[in-house]
């Protein structure tokens, strides 16, 4: 405690006994400024209870203070949103028959933070003011510590131990903001590299999860990747790609397709392997291209926590379904039913609204493209037949002779509907010379 000028500054004291005396001292000596009383705590903090209004401040001083902003009952206060990307929004939404608030993001990246504090809000683990709007990262990360200070050791873990990992993960608080340096295994949904950053899901007893899994099935792939973790595996990648064993040579160029095939950082094998691992109505964290999001499982079904602000004032889009690899994903409600947008049902248009048609006509967009994949896929296995093993000049002839024959058959067709028509009238009807009726496939 100093007392400097008149006026007192308390810090929080955590030294031993003999610091506290020294507070006391310290503090029994400005017991004449009459400006607060101070109290010390049991555990050596200290309490200053104001008692008394200083009269001569300065007029700059007294501008200063009101214009300082105050927060009443954790509110957040009115801010410039579009300055301070740390200020988030706030929506209202129903889960399990209740009311709670979910933080929205603002701008695309990994902040783990909001996953976190979505899933405690979801349990009922933190609640905020009925009402509030808006939000800053500060406050969020004061609610974390509140929460993480009120824990107590389970069975399982000696008090020392607990007590080592709460300053390890009080310490980190501060990167949840930004992002936590996570380094997944390709051998299961739960396997990542430990690091000091993973403990602050085991205290608050939230499971993090990832998709990136190799298919058993692809022996080639798992002897290539075995259980190595991402950050190992582009280090093997590298070392070897250059090695004089055609063995190691080999497994670098299996592991590179492997990451390249993979660039999604979702499998069917891990989309699978969730499936199995979530249990009904289970709560989680999932991890895919750097990004954190909320994971919920319902019914056979695995959901993500739309978090995304251009949704805010969409009220019954609350979910999106997690069924493939190709990121085809349906909006459904807090009964994980279809969601009705609001601007398909003749509301204004607003910003969301048109968010939400984009979204939906990049989704149609994507489906066309399958839809063209899928007719591809279909030529090549009715007139190429297994391609497979062949050279690109093998591929390039096939495909020639392939278009010759669907040339030829259009061709025939012309042909046969011209001779029908022309037998069906008595004369002919336009065009009739051979080049006009030819047709070429490019």
């Excluded at 739960?190 to 099935?217: A, R």
């Amino acid at each position: 405690v100093e007392v400097s000028k008149g006026k007192l500054v308390s810090t929080e004291s955590t030294s031993s006994s003999d610091s506290s005396e020294t507070a006391t001292n310290n503090i029994a000596t400005s017991s004449d400024t009459n400006i607060a009383d101070v109290k010390i705590l049991v555990d050596n903090s200290v309490e200053i209870v104001e008692t008394e209004t200083v009269t001569d401040m300065s007029e700059a001083e007294i501008d200063k203070s009101e214009q300082s902003p105050t927060n009443v009952d954790g509110l957040a206060q009115p801010m410039d949103v579009s300055q301070d990307p740390s200020i988030y929004h706030i929506k209202w939404v129903v889960y399990d028959k209740s009311r709670c608030a979910i933080i929205t993001q603002n701008s695309n990246g990994p902040c783990p933070l909001l996953a976190i504090v979505n899933v405690l809000l979801l349990r009922g683990k933190l609640s905020l003011p009925e009402g509030c709007e808006m939000i800053s990262a500060e406050q969020l990360l004061e609610y974390l510590a509140d929460l993480l200070i009120s824990l107590t050791p389970d069975s399982g873990n000696s008090l020392p131990d607990f007590q080592h990992n709460m300053n390890d993960a009080i310490s980190i608080l501060p990167k949840l903001q930004t992002g936590l340096d996570v380094n997944v295994k390709f051998t299961g949904v739960k396997d990542f590299e430990y690091t000091p950053e993973c403990i602050i899901f085991d205290l608050l007893n939230i499971s993090l999860y990832h998709g990136w899994l190799v298919d058993p099935q692809l022996e080639d792939t798992v002897v290539a990747v075995n259980s190595m973790s991402y950050n190992q595996l582009v280090d093997s990648i590298i070392t070897n790609r250059s090695a004089e064993d055609s063995v190691k040579v080999s497994q670098a160029l299996v592991a590179q397709q492997f990451l390249e095939e993979s660039a999604s950082q979702l499998t069917y094998h891990g989309l699978c392997e969730l499936n199995t691992v979530m249990k009904e109505g289970q709560l989680a964290v999932f991890f895919r291209n750097n990004h954190f999001s909320t994971l919920c499982g319902q019914g056979a079904g695995l959901y993500l926590l739309v978090t995304d602000q251009g949704f805010l004032q969409q009220l019954d889009t609350v979910w999106e379904t997690l069924e493939n690899i190709e990121g085809d994903t349906e909006f459904v409600d807090h009964q994980f039913n279809p969601a009705q947008p609001e601007a398909e049902a003749g509301a204004a248009g607003t910003s969301s609204d048109q968010d939400h048609l984009l979204a939906r006509t990049l989704q149609r967009e994507d489906e066309a493209h399958r839809d063209k994949d899928r007719e591809w896929q279909h030529f090549k296995e009715k007139h190429l037949g297994d391609t497979e093993g062949l050279t690109d000049e093998q591929l390039a002839a096939r495909l020639q002779e392939a278009e010759n024959v669907a040339a030829e058959e259009e061709r025939q067709e012309v042909e046969g509907a011209g001779r029908s028509r022309e037998e069906g009238a008595g004369q002919s009807i336009g065009p009739r010379s051979q080049k006009d009726k030819k047709c070429t496939i490019l």
